[in-house]
Protein backbone atom coordinates (compact mmCIF):
# COMPACT_ATOMS: atom_id res chain seq x y z
CA UNK A 1 0.00 0.00 0.00
CA UNK A 2 1.69 3.29 -1.04
CA UNK A 3 -0.18 5.65 1.46
CA UNK A 4 1.09 8.14 3.99
CA UNK A 5 -1.14 9.94 5.91
CA UNK A 6 -0.91 13.67 7.58
CA UNK A 7 -2.57 14.12 11.17
CA UNK A 8 -3.40 18.33 11.45
CA UNK A 9 -2.70 18.53 15.27
CA UNK A 10 -1.18 22.12 15.00
CA UNK A 11 -4.19 24.38 16.38
CA UNK A 12 -5.12 25.91 19.55
CA UNK A 13 -8.03 24.37 20.23
CA UNK A 14 -9.52 27.64 21.72
CA UNK A 15 -12.61 26.19 21.85
CA UNK A 16 -11.89 23.42 24.00
CA UNK A 17 -10.76 26.46 27.25
CA UNK A 18 -7.60 24.35 28.22
CA UNK A 19 -4.36 24.97 29.03
CA UNK A 20 -3.48 21.86 26.97
CA UNK A 21 -3.28 21.75 23.31
CA UNK A 22 -6.50 19.69 22.42
CA UNK A 23 -5.38 16.58 20.89
CA UNK A 24 -3.90 15.30 23.74
CA UNK A 25 -6.87 15.57 25.65
CA UNK A 26 -8.29 11.97 26.66
CA UNK A 27 -11.14 10.15 25.56
CA UNK A 28 -11.94 7.57 27.42
CA UNK A 29 -8.79 6.88 28.48
CA UNK A 30 -6.58 7.54 25.57
CA UNK A 31 -5.56 10.96 24.00
CA UNK A 32 -7.17 11.55 20.92
CA UNK A 33 -3.83 11.83 19.18
CA UNK A 34 -3.08 8.61 19.79
CA UNK A 35 -6.22 6.89 19.38
CA UNK A 36 -6.41 8.00 15.82
CA UNK A 37 -2.55 6.93 15.22
CA UNK A 38 -3.46 3.68 15.99
CA UNK A 39 -6.50 3.34 14.19
CA UNK A 40 -4.41 4.40 11.13
CA UNK A 41 -1.49 2.22 12.14
CA UNK A 42 -4.16 -0.66 10.96
CA UNK A 43 -3.70 0.20 7.66
CA UNK A 44 0.19 -0.18 7.97
CA UNK A 45 1.18 3.16 5.73
CA UNK A 46 4.58 3.95 4.95
CA UNK A 47 4.20 6.66 7.72
CA UNK A 48 1.89 8.95 9.51
CA UNK A 49 3.15 12.37 9.49
CA UNK A 50 2.19 14.84 12.43
CA UNK A 51 1.35 18.73 12.17
CA UNK A 52 2.61 20.21 15.35
CA UNK A 53 2.59 23.50 16.44
CA UNK A 54 0.61 25.02 19.25
CA UNK A 55 2.36 23.34 22.50
CA UNK A 56 4.04 20.32 20.48
CA UNK A 57 6.10 19.42 23.67
CA UNK A 58 3.39 18.21 25.61
CA UNK A 59 2.06 16.76 22.15
CA UNK A 60 5.35 14.68 21.76
CA UNK A 61 5.38 13.82 24.93
CA UNK A 62 2.14 11.93 24.97
CA UNK A 63 3.28 10.67 21.07
CA UNK A 64 6.87 9.88 21.64
CA UNK A 65 9.67 12.22 20.92
CA UNK A 66 10.26 9.77 18.13
CA UNK A 67 7.29 10.03 16.27
CA UNK A 68 7.43 12.04 12.45
CA UNK A 69 6.16 15.53 12.80
CA UNK A 70 6.59 19.20 10.85
CA UNK A 71 5.92 22.18 12.63
CA UNK A 72 3.51 24.71 12.04
CA UNK A 73 5.02 27.90 13.47
CA UNK A 74 2.01 30.17 13.02
CA UNK A 75 -1.34 28.16 12.82
CA UNK A 76 -3.14 30.56 9.78
CA UNK A 77 -5.87 27.82 8.69
CA UNK A 78 -6.13 24.00 7.81
CA UNK A 79 -4.52 24.30 4.23
CA UNK A 80 -1.22 26.32 5.54
CA UNK A 81 -1.08 23.77 8.10
CA UNK A 82 -0.64 21.19 5.19
CA UNK A 83 1.82 22.69 3.16
CA UNK A 84 4.61 22.61 5.96
CA UNK A 85 4.60 18.49 4.92
CA UNK A 86 5.23 19.94 1.38
CA UNK A 87 9.05 19.26 1.27
CA UNK A 88 8.54 16.32 3.62
CA UNK A 89 6.91 15.00 0.88
CA UNK A 90 8.60 16.51 -2.20
CA UNK A 91 9.85 13.04 -3.43
CA UNK A 92 6.48 11.29 -3.06
CA UNK A 93 3.88 10.99 -5.87
CA UNK A 94 1.54 8.62 -3.93
CA UNK A 95 -1.70 8.44 -2.11
CA UNK A 96 -1.69 10.66 1.47
CA UNK A 97 -5.03 10.25 3.80
CA UNK A 98 -5.00 13.74 5.51
CA UNK A 99 -7.03 13.78 8.96
CA UNK A 100 -7.60 15.98 11.64
CA UNK A 101 -6.31 15.17 15.51
CA UNK A 102 -9.70 15.79 16.91
CA UNK A 103 -11.75 13.25 15.60
CA UNK A 104 -11.22 10.10 18.20
CA UNK A 105 -14.40 8.20 16.85
CA UNK A 106 -13.29 7.23 13.48
CA UNK A 107 -12.57 3.53 13.23
CA UNK A 108 -10.22 1.78 11.26
CA UNK A 109 -12.42 -0.36 8.81
CA UNK A 110 -14.16 3.28 7.80
CA UNK A 111 -10.55 4.86 6.76
CA UNK A 112 -9.77 0.83 4.75
CA UNK A 113 -13.21 1.47 3.33
CA UNK A 114 -12.68 5.38 2.33
CA UNK A 115 -9.15 4.14 1.05
CA UNK A 116 -10.43 1.46 -1.34
CA UNK A 117 -13.70 2.84 -2.37
CA UNK A 118 -11.37 6.13 -3.24
CA UNK A 119 -8.20 3.54 -5.17
CA UNK A 120 -11.34 1.57 -7.18
CA UNK A 121 -13.14 4.93 -8.63
CA UNK A 122 -9.92 6.46 -9.76
CA UNK A 123 -11.06 9.74 -8.55
CA UNK A 124 -8.87 12.63 -7.82
CA UNK A 125 -10.28 13.33 -3.94
CA UNK A 126 -11.97 11.33 -2.09
CA UNK A 127 -13.83 13.02 0.97
CA UNK A 128 -15.37 11.22 4.11
CA UNK A 129 -18.87 12.72 5.17
CA UNK A 130 -21.88 12.21 6.38
CA UNK A 131 -25.23 13.56 7.18
CA UNK A 132 -26.20 15.36 10.35
CA UNK A 133 -29.90 16.60 10.74
CA UNK A 134 -27.93 19.57 12.57
CA UNK A 135 -24.79 20.16 10.64
CA UNK A 136 -24.39 23.67 12.33
CA UNK A 137 -19.93 23.93 12.57
CA UNK A 138 -19.42 21.63 9.79
CA UNK A 139 -18.14 22.79 6.23
CA UNK A 140 -20.85 21.41 3.95
CA UNK A 141 -20.35 19.30 0.45
CA UNK A 142 -21.63 21.06 -1.96
CA UNK A 143 -22.64 18.82 -4.87
CA UNK A 144 -23.56 18.38 -8.50
CA UNK A 145 -25.24 15.32 -10.36
CA UNK A 146 -23.55 12.69 -7.69
CA UNK A 147 -19.81 14.65 -7.13
CA UNK A 148 -18.54 17.18 -5.14
CA UNK A 149 -18.22 20.82 -6.32
CA UNK A 150 -16.83 22.46 -3.42
CA UNK A 151 -16.34 22.57 0.48
CA UNK A 152 -18.09 25.50 1.91
CA UNK A 153 -17.06 26.51 5.57
CA UNK A 154 -19.90 27.44 8.23
CA UNK A 155 -18.60 31.23 8.03
CA UNK A 156 -19.32 31.47 4.26
CA UNK A 157 -21.81 29.88 3.99
CA UNK A 158 -24.79 31.57 2.59
CA UNK A 159 -28.82 30.60 3.75
CA UNK A 160 -29.14 28.29 1.29
CA UNK A 161 -25.63 26.33 1.49
CA UNK A 162 -26.53 26.21 5.46
CA UNK A 163 -29.51 23.82 4.47
CA UNK A 164 -27.01 21.21 2.96
CA UNK A 165 -26.83 18.31 5.81
CA UNK A 166 -24.06 16.44 4.71
CA UNK A 167 -20.65 17.97 6.28
CA UNK A 168 -16.55 17.11 5.44
CA UNK A 169 -15.58 15.19 8.33
CA UNK A 170 -11.91 16.30 7.78
CA UNK A 171 -10.66 12.90 5.88
CA UNK A 172 -9.55 12.98 2.87
CA UNK A 173 -7.39 10.94 0.19
CA UNK A 174 -5.37 12.66 -2.62
CA UNK A 175 -2.99 12.45 -4.61
CA UNK A 176 0.41 13.80 -2.97
CA UNK A 177 1.46 15.82 -6.14
CA UNK A 178 -2.03 17.41 -6.89
CA UNK A 179 -2.99 18.40 -3.36
CA UNK A 180 0.54 20.18 -2.87
CA UNK A 181 -0.15 21.65 -6.59
CA UNK A 182 -3.82 23.07 -5.70
CA UNK A 183 -2.81 24.05 -2.36
CA UNK A 184 -0.42 26.55 -4.56
CA UNK A 185 -3.36 28.25 -4.96
CA UNK A 186 -5.47 29.10 -2.09
CA UNK A 187 -5.44 32.49 -0.19
CA UNK A 188 -6.79 33.48 3.33
CA UNK A 189 -9.75 35.58 1.75
CA UNK A 190 -12.74 34.40 4.11
CA UNK A 191 -14.45 35.56 7.32
CA UNK A 192 -11.52 33.90 8.90
CA UNK A 193 -8.32 35.42 7.16
CA UNK A 194 -7.27 31.51 7.29
CA UNK A 195 -5.73 29.22 4.65
CA UNK A 196 -8.36 26.22 4.24
CA UNK A 197 -7.92 22.82 3.56
CA UNK A 198 -11.49 22.34 2.12
CA UNK A 199 -10.68 25.14 -0.75
CA UNK A 200 -8.24 22.53 -2.40
CA UNK A 201 -11.59 21.11 -3.39
CA UNK A 202 -13.55 23.77 -5.18
CA UNK A 203 -9.85 24.45 -6.97
CA UNK A 204 -9.35 20.54 -8.43
CA UNK A 205 -13.49 20.73 -9.37
CA UNK A 206 -12.31 24.02 -11.32
CA UNK A 207 -9.01 22.15 -12.71
CA UNK A 208 -11.77 19.19 -14.20
CA UNK A 209 -10.72 16.31 -11.60
CA UNK A 210 -12.86 14.45 -10.23
CA UNK A 211 -13.76 14.54 -6.47
CA UNK A 212 -16.36 12.10 -4.71
CA UNK A 213 -17.89 12.09 -1.18
CA UNK A 214 -17.79 8.67 0.86
CA UNK A 215 -20.89 8.58 2.46
CA UNK A 216 -20.73 7.45 6.39
CA UNK A 217 -24.15 6.19 7.76
CA UNK A 218 -23.14 6.38 11.44
CA UNK A 219 -22.48 10.09 12.09
CA UNK A 220 -21.58 9.69 15.03
CA UNK A 221 -17.85 8.75 14.01
CA UNK A 222 -17.13 11.36 12.73
CA UNK A 223 -17.91 13.76 15.17
CA UNK A 224 -15.45 16.48 15.87
CA UNK A 225 -14.31 17.57 19.28
CA UNK A 226 -13.66 21.16 19.63
CA UNK A 227 -15.20 21.37 22.97
CA UNK A 228 -15.51 19.60 26.76
CA UNK A 229 -18.79 18.94 26.00
CA UNK A 230 -17.74 17.22 22.84
CA UNK A 231 -15.06 15.50 24.51
CA UNK A 232 -17.51 13.86 27.07
CA UNK A 233 -19.67 12.88 23.99
CA UNK A 234 -16.98 11.06 22.28
CA UNK A 235 -15.73 9.43 25.07
CA UNK A 236 -19.74 7.72 25.98
CA UNK A 237 -19.25 6.52 22.57
CA UNK A 238 -15.68 5.27 22.80
CA UNK A 239 -17.05 3.66 26.29
CA UNK A 240 -20.10 1.95 24.36
CA UNK A 241 -18.30 0.19 22.37
CA UNK A 242 -15.64 -1.20 24.55
CA UNK A 243 -18.36 -1.99 27.35
CA UNK A 244 -19.91 -3.69 23.83
CA UNK A 245 -16.47 -5.64 23.16
CA UNK A 246 -16.68 -6.79 27.14
CA UNK A 247 -19.95 -8.35 26.76
CA UNK A 248 -19.46 -9.81 23.30
CA UNK A 249 -16.49 -11.69 24.72
CA UNK A 250 -18.38 -12.90 27.76
CA UNK A 251 -18.22 -10.13 30.57
CA UNK A 252 -21.34 -9.63 32.59
CA UNK A 253 -22.01 -5.67 32.74
CA UNK A 254 -25.10 -5.37 35.40
CA UNK A 255 -25.44 -1.38 33.42
CA UNK A 256 -22.99 -0.97 31.11
CA UNK A 257 -24.34 3.24 31.10
CA UNK A 258 -22.79 3.12 34.55
CA UNK A 259 -19.42 1.24 33.59
CA UNK A 260 -16.41 2.95 32.77
CA UNK A 261 -13.76 0.95 31.32
CA UNK A 262 -11.18 2.31 29.23
CA UNK A 263 -9.83 1.07 26.05
CA UNK A 264 -6.60 -1.41 26.90
CA UNK A 265 -8.44 -3.56 30.08
CA UNK A 266 -9.20 -7.11 30.06
CA UNK A 267 -12.07 -8.87 31.27
CA UNK A 268 -12.99 -12.39 31.09
CA UNK A 269 -15.88 -14.58 30.85
CA UNK A 270 -18.34 -14.49 33.35
CA UNK A 271 -16.64 -11.82 36.01
CA UNK A 272 -19.74 -9.17 36.71
CA UNK A 273 -19.50 -6.02 36.75
CA UNK A 274 -21.68 -3.43 39.08
CA UNK A 275 -22.33 -0.21 38.14
CA UNK A 276 -19.14 2.38 39.21
CA UNK A 277 -16.88 0.16 38.51
CA UNK A 278 -13.38 2.22 37.13
CA UNK A 279 -11.42 0.00 35.15
CA UNK A 280 -8.31 1.88 33.83
CA UNK A 281 -4.75 1.96 32.04
CA UNK A 282 -3.26 -1.83 31.70
CA UNK A 283 -5.83 -3.95 33.79
CA UNK A 284 -6.60 -7.39 33.21
CA UNK A 285 -9.33 -9.39 35.06
CA UNK A 286 -9.84 -12.99 35.24
CA UNK A 287 -12.89 -14.78 35.04
CA UNK A 288 -15.56 -15.45 37.67
CA UNK A 289 -14.68 -12.38 39.57
CA UNK A 290 -17.41 -10.10 40.99
CA UNK A 291 -16.46 -6.07 40.86
CA UNK A 292 -18.97 -4.29 43.29
CA UNK A 293 -19.60 -0.64 44.00
CA UNK A 294 -16.88 2.25 43.10
CA UNK A 295 -14.42 -0.15 42.76
CA UNK A 296 -11.35 1.64 40.65
CA UNK A 297 -8.72 -0.62 39.52
CA UNK A 298 -5.51 0.79 37.49
CA UNK A 299 -2.59 -0.84 35.89
CA UNK A 300 -3.07 -4.25 38.09
CA UNK A 301 -3.36 -8.03 37.28
CA UNK A 302 -6.20 -10.09 39.01
CA UNK A 303 -6.76 -13.73 38.59
CA UNK A 304 -10.05 -15.74 38.99
CA UNK A 305 -13.36 -15.85 41.28
CA UNK A 306 -12.13 -12.53 43.11
CA UNK A 307 -14.66 -10.64 44.85
CA UNK A 308 -13.70 -7.15 45.28
CA UNK A 309 -16.03 -4.27 46.84
CA UNK A 310 -16.06 -0.85 46.43
CA UNK A 311 -11.81 -0.41 46.78
CA UNK A 312 -8.98 1.10 44.86
CA UNK A 313 -6.11 -1.12 43.11
CA UNK A 314 -3.53 0.64 41.82
CA UNK A 315 -0.49 -1.36 40.26
CA UNK A 316 -1.04 -4.30 42.06
CA UNK A 317 -1.60 -8.27 41.63
CA UNK A 318 -4.35 -10.34 43.11
CA UNK A 319 -4.50 -13.60 43.00
CA UNK A 320 -7.24 -16.75 42.73
CA UNK A 321 -9.77 -16.48 44.98
CA UNK A 322 -9.02 -13.35 47.26
CA UNK A 323 -11.75 -11.17 48.96
CA UNK A 324 -11.41 -7.43 49.32
CA UNK A 325 -13.67 -4.86 50.61
CA UNK A 326 -15.21 -3.13 51.22
CA UNK A 327 -13.54 0.07 51.52
CA UNK A 328 -9.85 -1.07 51.22
CA UNK A 329 -7.04 0.20 49.30
CA UNK A 330 -3.74 -1.57 47.68
CA UNK A 331 -1.11 1.25 46.37
CA UNK A 332 1.26 -0.05 43.96
CA UNK A 333 3.71 -3.06 44.08
CA UNK A 334 1.29 -5.18 46.17
CA UNK A 335 0.67 -8.97 45.74
CA UNK A 336 -2.18 -10.62 47.02
CA UNK A 337 -1.65 -14.42 46.68
CA UNK A 338 -4.50 -16.88 46.26
CA UNK A 339 -7.74 -16.22 49.50
CA UNK A 340 -5.77 -13.52 51.15
CA UNK A 341 -9.12 -11.63 52.43
CA UNK A 342 -8.52 -7.77 52.85
CA UNK A 343 -11.47 -6.32 54.75
CA UNK A 344 -12.87 -2.63 55.76
CA UNK A 345 -10.74 0.42 55.92
CA UNK A 346 -7.52 -2.04 55.07
CA UNK A 347 -4.72 -0.36 53.57
CA UNK A 348 -1.50 -2.31 51.79
CA UNK A 349 1.88 -0.79 50.02
CA UNK A 350 4.17 -3.10 48.45
CA UNK A 351 3.85 -6.03 50.60
CA UNK A 352 3.09 -9.36 49.78
CA UNK A 353 0.80 -11.25 51.88
CA UNK A 354 1.13 -15.11 50.98
CA UNK A 355 -2.04 -17.77 50.46
CA UNK A 356 -4.59 -17.16 53.06
CA UNK A 357 -3.54 -14.12 54.88
CA UNK A 358 -6.92 -12.47 56.83
CA UNK A 359 -6.48 -8.66 57.28
CA UNK A 360 -10.03 -7.75 57.78
CA UNK A 361 -10.41 -4.42 59.36
CA UNK A 362 -8.12 -0.74 59.59
CA UNK A 363 -4.90 -1.95 59.39
CA UNK A 364 -1.89 -0.51 57.69
CA UNK A 365 0.67 -2.59 55.59
CA UNK A 366 3.44 -1.10 54.35
CA UNK A 367 6.32 -2.83 52.89
CA UNK A 368 5.88 -6.03 54.95
CA UNK A 369 5.87 -9.62 53.88
CA UNK A 370 3.37 -12.38 55.84
CA UNK A 371 3.46 -15.18 55.51
CA UNK A 372 0.86 -18.03 54.68
CA UNK A 373 -2.26 -18.46 56.75
CA UNK A 374 -1.68 -15.46 59.49
CA UNK A 375 -4.41 -13.49 60.96
CA UNK A 376 -3.74 -9.52 61.34
CA UNK A 377 -5.63 -8.20 64.27
CA UNK A 378 -7.81 -5.04 63.70
CA UNK A 379 -6.17 -1.74 63.46
CA UNK A 380 -2.70 -3.38 63.45
CA UNK A 381 -0.11 -0.79 61.75
CA UNK A 382 3.54 -1.70 60.51
CA UNK A 383 5.61 1.95 61.26
CA UNK A 384 7.69 1.74 58.33
CA UNK A 385 8.35 5.18 58.05
CA UNK A 386 11.18 7.09 60.50
CA UNK A 387 10.53 10.19 59.24
CA UNK A 388 13.25 9.50 56.72
CA UNK A 389 13.48 6.13 55.29
CA UNK A 390 11.33 3.17 54.86
CA UNK A 391 11.55 -0.14 56.69
CA UNK A 392 10.78 -3.85 56.13
CA UNK A 393 8.24 -5.83 58.23
CA UNK A 394 8.70 -9.45 57.63
CA UNK A 395 6.05 -11.85 59.69
CA UNK A 396 6.14 -15.17 59.41
CA UNK A 397 3.55 -18.10 58.68
CA UNK A 398 0.60 -19.04 60.99
CA UNK A 399 1.52 -15.88 63.15
CA UNK A 400 -1.14 -14.04 64.81
CA UNK A 401 -1.01 -10.12 65.46
CA UNK A 402 -3.29 -9.15 68.13
CA UNK A 403 -5.38 -6.48 67.56
CA UNK A 404 -4.06 -2.63 67.52
CA UNK A 405 -0.31 -3.76 67.61
CA UNK A 406 2.60 -1.21 66.21
CA UNK A 407 5.08 -3.43 65.11
CA UNK A 408 7.93 -1.03 64.14
CA UNK A 409 9.85 -1.70 61.31
CA UNK A 410 12.55 -3.07 60.77
CA UNK A 411 11.44 -6.14 62.42
CA UNK A 412 10.93 -9.70 62.05
CA UNK A 413 8.20 -11.77 63.58
CA UNK A 414 8.83 -15.28 63.35
CA UNK A 415 6.15 -17.91 62.21
CA UNK A 416 3.71 -19.36 64.81
CA UNK A 417 3.88 -16.86 66.91
CA UNK A 418 1.46 -14.22 68.82
CA UNK A 419 1.71 -10.76 69.20
CA UNK A 420 -0.75 -9.95 72.15
CA UNK A 421 -3.03 -6.93 71.49
CA UNK A 422 -2.30 -3.03 71.43
CA UNK A 423 1.20 -4.28 71.80
CA UNK A 424 4.48 -1.42 70.40
CA UNK A 425 6.72 -4.35 68.77
CA UNK A 426 10.57 -2.95 68.63
CA UNK A 427 12.42 -6.18 68.96
CA UNK A 428 11.67 -9.73 66.54
CA UNK A 429 10.07 -11.86 67.69
CA UNK A 430 11.16 -15.34 67.93
CA UNK A 431 9.38 -18.58 66.08
CA UNK A 432 6.39 -19.77 68.07
CA UNK A 433 6.89 -17.03 71.18
CA UNK A 434 3.90 -14.78 72.58
CA UNK A 435 5.29 -11.33 72.70
CA UNK A 436 3.26 -8.66 74.64
CA UNK A 437 4.24 -5.18 75.08
CA UNK A 438 1.73 -2.87 77.00
CA UNK A 439 1.62 -1.50 80.48
CA UNK A 440 0.06 -4.05 83.13
CA UNK A 441 -3.95 -3.17 83.77
CA UNK A 442 -4.59 -1.90 87.35
CA UNK A 443 -7.55 -2.78 89.01
CA UNK A 444 -8.83 0.11 91.91
CA UNK A 445 -11.41 -1.29 93.04
CA UNK A 446 -14.75 1.21 94.42
CA UNK A 447 -12.61 3.74 93.33
CA UNK A 448 -15.50 5.70 91.78
CA UNK A 449 -17.54 5.88 95.24
C1 LIG B 1 -12.59 21.46 9.93
C2 LIG B 1 -12.96 21.64 8.45
C3 LIG B 1 -14.47 21.41 8.31
C4 LIG B 1 -14.84 20.05 8.81
C5 LIG B 1 -14.35 19.82 10.26
C6 LIG B 1 -14.51 18.36 10.63
C7 LIG B 1 -11.44 23.28 7.47
C8 LIG B 1 -11.26 24.69 7.04
N1 LIG B 1 -12.62 22.96 8.02
O1 LIG B 1 -13.25 22.46 10.67
O2 LIG B 1 -14.84 21.52 6.95
O3 LIG B 1 -16.23 19.86 8.75
O4 LIG B 1 -12.94 20.15 10.37
O5 LIG B 1 -14.22 18.12 11.98
O6 LIG B 1 -10.53 22.49 7.30
N2 LIG B 1 -5.23 22.73 12.67
C9 LIG B 1 -3.88 22.91 12.46
N3 LIG B 1 -3.44 24.14 12.09
C10 LIG B 1 -4.26 25.20 11.89
C11 LIG B 1 -5.64 25.01 12.11
C12 LIG B 1 -6.10 23.76 12.50
O7 LIG B 1 -3.09 21.98 12.58
O8 LIG B 1 -3.76 26.27 11.54
C13 LIG B 1 -5.71 21.39 13.11
C14 LIG B 1 -6.37 21.41 14.47
O9 LIG B 1 -5.42 21.15 15.47
C15 LIG B 1 -7.41 20.32 14.35
C16 LIG B 1 -7.70 20.23 12.88
O10 LIG B 1 -6.68 20.95 12.19
O11 LIG B 1 -6.92 19.05 14.80
C17 LIG B 1 -9.06 20.84 12.52
O12 LIG B 1 -9.09 22.18 12.94
P1 LIG B 1 -10.42 22.83 13.53
O13 LIG B 1 -10.12 24.24 13.84
O14 LIG B 1 -10.94 21.97 14.60
O15 LIG B 1 -11.35 22.77 12.24
P2 LIG B 1 -12.94 22.82 12.21
O16 LIG B 1 -13.38 24.21 12.42
O17 LIG B 1 -13.48 21.79 13.09
CA1 LIG C 1 -12.58 20.37 14.57
Known amino acids: MKLKTLILAAGKGTRMKSE????????????????????????????????????????????????DYVVQTEQLGTGHAVIQAKEKLADYDGDVMVLCGDTPLLREETLRDLYNFHKESGAATTILTSIYENPFGYGRIVKEDGLVKAIVEEKEATPEI???????????CFNSRELFN???????????????????????????????????EDNMEILGVNSKVELAQASE?????????????????????????????????????YPGAVLQGDTVIGKNCEILGTTRIIDSVLGNNIRIESSVIEESQIDDYVTMGPFAHLRPKTHLKEKVHIGNFVEVKKSTLEKGVKAGHLTYLGDAQV????????????????????????????????????????VNIGENSLVGAGSVITKDVPENSLAVSRSKQIIKNDWRK
Open 20 to 67: LPKVIHKVNGVPMISKIISVLNGLEPEENILILGHKKEEVLKVVGEEA
Open 162 to 172: KKIKEVNAGVY
Open 182 to 216: ALAKINNNNEKGEYYLTDVIGIQVGEGKKVQSFVL
Open 237 to 273: VLRGRKNLELMENGAILIDPKATYVEESVKVGKDTVI
Open 371 to 410: GEDTNIGAGTITCNYDGKNKFKTVIGKNSFIGSDSMLVAP
